[in-house]
C-alpha cells in the first residue's frame, strides 16, 4: 500500500537542538501531512503541504517535499521538552483516505 | 467547539463479548474516519463515512467489525464478538472536507482491552 515510512524510528535530543525526521513514500500523492501524538492522546494536525510545493513553514516546523526522490521532512527548530512525542506523516491515495506511517518517536530531554 | 468526542475512553471486556465504541464528530464535518492504533501495525484506517454513507470499508478486519453513522452527528464502530487480538486504541477522526485535502481531527481515542 501506499504508505509513508518514518526515519528514524526514534530520536533522542536535548532541549535547544534540532530534531529532523524524514518521511519517504512510494507512489504519486496530491499532498502529504505531518501529525504528533503525545502519549495517550489523539493526533494533531502539524501542517500540510501539497505535491506543487516545495518547502512550507510554520512557527518552529520546517517542512521540505521532494517529489523526485518522494521524500518528506519534517524539522523542529530549538526544541523542547514539550516537543516530545511521536510524528508521523500520511499521503493520500485515491478517494479520500489518508495512509500514516508507523512514526517517529522523538523524546526532548531537558 | 468541543472537538471530536468518543466514548468510553478505556474498555475492559472479555472475549467473546460485544464491544461499542461510539464517536462524536466535530458540527459540520462532512467526513469521519474510524482508526485502529498497535504497536505492530501502525495505525489502520478501517472505515470512512461521507454525509453518513460509508465510502471505504475496506480496512475492516473482518465480519466481526460493523460501523454505523445514523445522523451527522454519531457513529458507532461494533465488534462481536470480541477477541483478544482485537485490543487496541481506536480513533474517531473528522474533518470539514477530504481527509487527503484537509486537515483531520482526532479523538482521545477508545483503548480496548480483551481478556
Known sequence: SQQGEEDPQALSIQEGENATMN?????????LQWYRQNSGRGLVHLILIRSNEREKHSGRLRVTLDTSKKSSSLLITASRAADTASYFCATDQAGTALIFGKGTTLSVSS | DAGVIQSPRHEVTEMGQEVTLRCKPISGHDYLFWYRQTMMRGLELLIYFNNNVPIDDSGMPE????????????????????EPRDS???????????????????????????L
Open chain 1, 23 to 31: 518521511c519517504s513514500y512510494k507512489t504519486s500523492i496530491n499532498n
Open chain 2, 88 to 114: 487496541a486504541v481506536y480513533f474517531c477522526a473528522s474533518s470539514l472536507a477530504g481527509g487527503n485535502t484537509d486537515t483531520q481531527y482526532f479523538g482521545p481515542g477508545t483503548r480496548l482491552t480483551v
Open chain 2, 63 to 82: 465480519d466481526r467489525f460493523s460501523a454505523k453513522m445514523p445522523n451527522a452527528s454519531f457513529s458507532t464502530l461494533k465488534i462481536q464478538p470480541s
